[in-house]
């Protein structure tokens, strides 16, 4: 029993040292990079609003770099005075030829959470960005225009 013991721990040793000494075969550099755009959008009961708290929409889209790693961070920003304090956004970007992205949940214990795309890849040039949970203001946050420029 003595012996197997000890060749289980050589073995399991190997096996750790080994997996130390591996690199990633594969890399991402656009990842590694990082994205060459990142921006935040607050989300509330009246809508996205962009850092100087103007709501985007048709007239005002959110403008973004064609074939650059855009990070956009969604931000819940639903004021304690608000009946929507308590609500969940969950938000989808889609564009017209069926892809599509969903964001994690944000809400009062969880503020933040980002995604990330690449813009204008496969010839995209639109996208929308919508709530796709039942929320107050819902009528409010389902059309964040976002535009390849």
Known sequence: ?????ARLFSALSLVAMTTLLVQPIVSFPAMAAGPSLEVKIRVNEKGFLDEKGRVFGPKHPLKVPD???VKITFVFDESVSSLAIGD?????IIADDGW???SE???MFH???SVLM???EK????YRAYCIVDCLGMEHLNNLPIEVV
Do not use: D, N, P, V
């Open 105 to 107: 949940k944000i809400w």
């Open 1 to 5: 029993m003595k012996g197997k013991m």
């Open 88 to 92: 969940t956004h969950q938000i989808a």
């Open 123 to 126: 010839g995209r040039k639109t």
């Open 118 to 120: 690449t813009a204008g």
């Open 100 to 102: 599509s992205l969903e």
């Open 111 to 113: 503020t933040k959470t």
């Open 67 to 69: 074939g650059k790693l």
